[in-house]
């Protein structure tokens, strides 16, 4: 199975216009996020913004014009109970937001060109056949993961 085949599509439901946009993050320093994932993951900025002392910006991966993370950024923002990840194990056992998916043609290039970044590789590339994915996790410095996949021919 190369990808999967979703149920037909509800063009009746009142929310059919919807499509996935953005993740927004928030970070108490948005320009050391912003620099991380520009200089080591090539993002692109694409939009900065400032909403009272809140500072905003979209990026959104090399190639992709698509999917954008918003930074919210400044100011102190409260601790949240769960930690920043550095493993996958410990990370399972919180609710709430877990972690963002990229697609990429192979997991092995990506993989290693990241070691070469000197990026933390959380969980090391494995298959999972059940959704036809070989899959890896990283962990950026602010304790956000995210997950790599490719699709299995």
Known sequence: MADFIPPA???NSPFADMRGHHVAIRTPDLE???RWY???LDFR???EWQVE???LAFIAPPTDDDFYIEILGGSEPAPQDAHPFTDLESSLAFAGY???CLNVASIETTVEELRRRDVKIVVEPIVVE???RRIAFFADPFGNLVEL???LA
Do not use: D
């Open 9 to 11: 599509p509800n063009g």
């Open 32 to 34: 050391a996020f912003k």
């Open 38 to 40: 520009v200089e080591v």
């Open 45 to 47: 900025v694409v939009a």
């Open 53 to 55: 002392q809140l500072m």
């Open 98 to 100: 877990h972690h963002f």
């Open 130 to 132: 059940a959704i036809s």
């Open 149 to 151: 996949a490719e699709v």
